[in-house]
């Protein structure tokens, strides 16, 4: 099923796989790579970065140190009667904070995602998200948002100490993800991407073998527990792969920072965690946990907007083979 991806007569329908592989009772049963990679090649996540800005959290939250139903202490939103305040943890992993951000990269609509990734917002862009207007009031709609991962990215930096010194906000958070995330996990090749200021960009840019992204879903698949070390708190993972919106574009559920799904009805709701619950990135990168059959499945490449239904109609088809 995986060589599919690789055949050339299928690019034009399924874009440019560069690494997929299958982990079945934690072990990798099947991997593929495009001839110029390896499996220690380390290739963009996109916002698959958004799930692991959740781990961060998570930890955080593990220590006594945060907690997710409290207001987020943003400096953008300290004047005097400023409805941003109300803001917490939760609303932003659940995309409800009410800032107005336009995440669209591919219409011909004025993308705040692309302003702030390589436009004014580039050297700071948790200062840029974090400027924006309410839009809703807090925690009542549902808006996808590169932003509001880099503004709780920042604000990890600034609940584990780190000052105004971009390169003291850089060290503090790339010790903290390697000492308590990657390190444990053995994710060797991670390498987290830093703006001007400081901030790791969590909404985009880590860069990752496909073997240490499937280590990442593993760790989610057991539940935040890796060996016999606990990573996550308990019912961190339940909360990411509980559906609590629906992405009015594509009608997708969405969990805190994890994308949701419900056996083979791909839109359907319920209560609970979803039967299937991935991380999503721009061009297919997909990093997806399926309990019931205790398989990760990881697919890193280039996928455009007008393949995507021919890619999720095949992608549908791996998942069966690995459910059946």
């Keep these: 099923m995986l060589d599919q991806a690789f055949d050339p007569a299928s690019a034009d329908s399924l874009g440019e796989t560069l690494a997929c592989l299958v982990v079945q009772g934690g072990l990798i049963v099947e991997e593929r790579y495009a001839a110029e990679v390896t499996a220690q090649t380390p290739l963009i996540s996109w916002s698959v970065g958004k799930s692991i800005t959740q781990a961060a959290v998570g930890i955080l939250v593990a220590d006594g140190l945060l907690d997710p139903t409290m207001p987020v202490d943003a400096p953008e939103w300290q004047s005097a009667g ?32 692309l302003e702030m990734l390589f ?83 969590g909404s985009s840019y880590l860069f990752a073998s496909a ?18 070390q606990r990573i996550l708190p308990e019912g961190w993972v339940n909360a990411a792969r509980t559906a609590v919106s629906v992405d009015p574009d594509d009608g997708w559920l969405y969990g805190q920072h994890w994308w949701v799904r419900r056996g083979s009805a791909t839109n359907s709701r319920g209560t609970g ?24 499945l990881v697919r890193l490449g280039k996928t455009t907007a007008d393949q995507r239904d021919s890619f ?4 549908d088809q791996v998942i069966a083979a690995c459910t059946d």
């Excluded at 073997?211 to 016999?228: E, K, M, N, P």
């Excluded at 965690?273 to 990760?296: H, L, R």
């Design 82 to 113: 400023d409805p941003r305040q109300a803001i917490t943890m939760n609303d932003l992993l659940e995309m409800r904070s009410g800032l107005q951000f336009v995440e669209d990269y591919v219409d011909d609509k004025e993308s705040d995602c």
């Design 211 to 228: 073997q240490d992204f499937a280590r990442f879903g593993l760790l989610y698949l057991r539940d935040g527990v890796w060996g016999s």
């Design 312 to 315: 999720e109609s095949y992608w």
């Design 119 to 201: 436009g004014s917002g580039t050297h700071d862009v948790a200062g840029y998200a974090a400027s924006r207007p309410l839009e809703h009031s807090v925690g009542s709609v549902f808006n996808y948002s590169s932003g509001t991962t880099n503004i709780i990215a920042r604000h990890v930096a600034h609940v584990l100490g780190a000052g105004a010194d971009p390169a003291e906000r850089r060290r503090v958070m790339l010790e903290f993800l390697q000492e308590r995330l990657f390190g444990p996990l053995g994710m060797s090749t991670a390498e987290p991407r830093f703006d001007a200021a400081g901030t790791f960009i």
């Design 273 to 296: 965690p979803g039967e299937i619950f991935w991380a999503n990135g721009y061009e297919k990168q997909i990093v997806m946990c399926i309990p019931n059959s205790d398989t990760v």
